[in-house]
T-cell receptor, first 113, second 114 residues
């Protein structure tokens, strides 16, 4: 158990819909990262938040957004969903950032029908 | 354009022997490399890392070697055990701009045979 929790575990929805994925980092960790793992692309970095502020963006689509709240939990919002958005979404946290080890949650499996 | 490549999708090794997993990268801005292990239905678990200023890092049965001139790193597991059967991801950090997000390879499925 990494100490990072993600809800829900599974999510099934239809094209065009909007969903919210939630992540609680390890106690004391200030940085939260979101990754997408799809069959053909592997694990891809989407976005990083540090202590409530956006720190870095990776391959995140404009239809996706995220935020980190004062209690440090984070949410990833996916809108206008397409079939290709079906993937595993992982959240990771680290103490600060930089070379601090990133601890991954168990992931949320999103299926778009 | 894949910046971190793991060219072997799978690798089968006998229990007790050495497992060698390879990884190549193209971006010379990467300054920190990591290996993660992943079991089905779980998130990746950190295994070992190496800074670009070193060429070797060892932790128990796991050793990572870095060859900067060849832009190549490898993970050695000695001796291999059945519990080592998992997917191993190579990851790199350091694309500048303060980004700490990791760039992952597509993984190598290691199978340890009894």
């Amino acid at each position: 158990d990494s100490g990072v929790t993600q809800t829900p575990k599974h999510l099934i929805t239809a094209t065009g819909q909007r969903v919210t994925l939630r992540c609680s980092p390890r106690s004391g960790d200030l940085s939260v990262y979101w990754y997408q793992q799809s069959l053909d692309q592997g694990l891809q970095f989407l976005i990083q938040y540090y202590n409530g502020e956006e720190r870095a963006k990776g391959n995140i689509l404009e239809r996706f957004s995220a935020q980190q709240f004062p209690d440090l939990h984070s949410e990833l919002n996916l809108s206008s969903l397409e079939l290709g958005d079906s993937a595993l979404y992982f959240c990771a946290s680290s103490a600060r950032g930089g070379s601090d080890e990133q601890f991954f949650g168990p992931g949320t499996r999103l299926t778009v029908l | 354009d894949q910046q971190v490549k793991q060219n072997s999708p799978s690798l089968s090794v006998q229990e007790g022997r050495i497992s060698i997993l390879n990884c190549d990268y193209t971006n010379s801005m990467f300054d920190y490399f990591l290996w993660y292990k992943k079991y089905p239905a779980e998130g990746p678990t950190f295994l070992i890392s190496i800074s670009s200023i070193k060429d070797k890092n060892e932790d128990g049965r796991f050793t990572v070697f870095l060859n900067k001139s060849a832009k190549h790193l490898s993970l050695h597991i000695v001796p291999s055990q059945p519990g080592d059967s998992a997917v191993y991801f190579c990851a790199a950090r350091g694309l500048g701009g303060g980004a700490d997000g990791l760039t992952f390879g597509k993984g190598t499925h290691l199978i340890i045979q009894p």
